[in-house]
Nanobody, 123 residues
Framework: QVQLVESGGGLVQAGGSLRLSCAAS????????MGWFRQAPGKEREFVAA????????YYADPVKGRFTISRDNAKNTVYLQMNSLKPEDTAVYYC????????????????WGQGTQVTVSS
């Protein structure tokens, strides 16, 4: 069982940056692929980024490539999402997720979810 708690969301102007954090409980954090998803109002939840258990492999959705960076610190049981050059269309609730499946990038492939943190980008 893994419990996830996101933090770092907020209101930022277009072009600005935010760093989201996700703190995980449990001693097996380093065994999980970690991911970030987001859900905008009236839209389905979508994949943003994922990182393998070692951090050696990362995956990004096309809309965020080159702007967002996912990373993890297994010693701190924490995964991060650095978001730069933010756009109004990045406005959403961002969710942290965990899975034992390697390379998963779909919502169905993740087993544990945080409660989400709101990111709002003003134009």
């Amino acid at each position: 069982q893994v419990q996830l708690v996101e933090s770092g969301g907020g209101l930022v102007q277009a072009g600005g940056s935010l760093r989201l954090s996700c703190a995980a409980s449990g001693r097996t954090f380093s065994s999980y692929t970690m991911g970030w998803f987001r859900q905008a109002p009236g839209k389905e939840r979508e994949f943003v980024a994922a990182i393998s258990w070692s951090g050696g492999a990362t995956y990004y959705a096309d809309p965020v490539k080159g702007r967002f960076t996912i990373s993890r610190d297994n010693a701190k049981n924490t995964v991060y999402l650095q978001m730069n050059s933010l756009k109004p269309e990045d406005t959403a609730v961002y969710y942290c997720a965990a899975t034992i499946r390697y390379g998963s990038t779909t919502e169905k492939g993740f087993h544990y979810w945080g409660q989400g943190t709101q990111v709002t980008v003003s134009s």
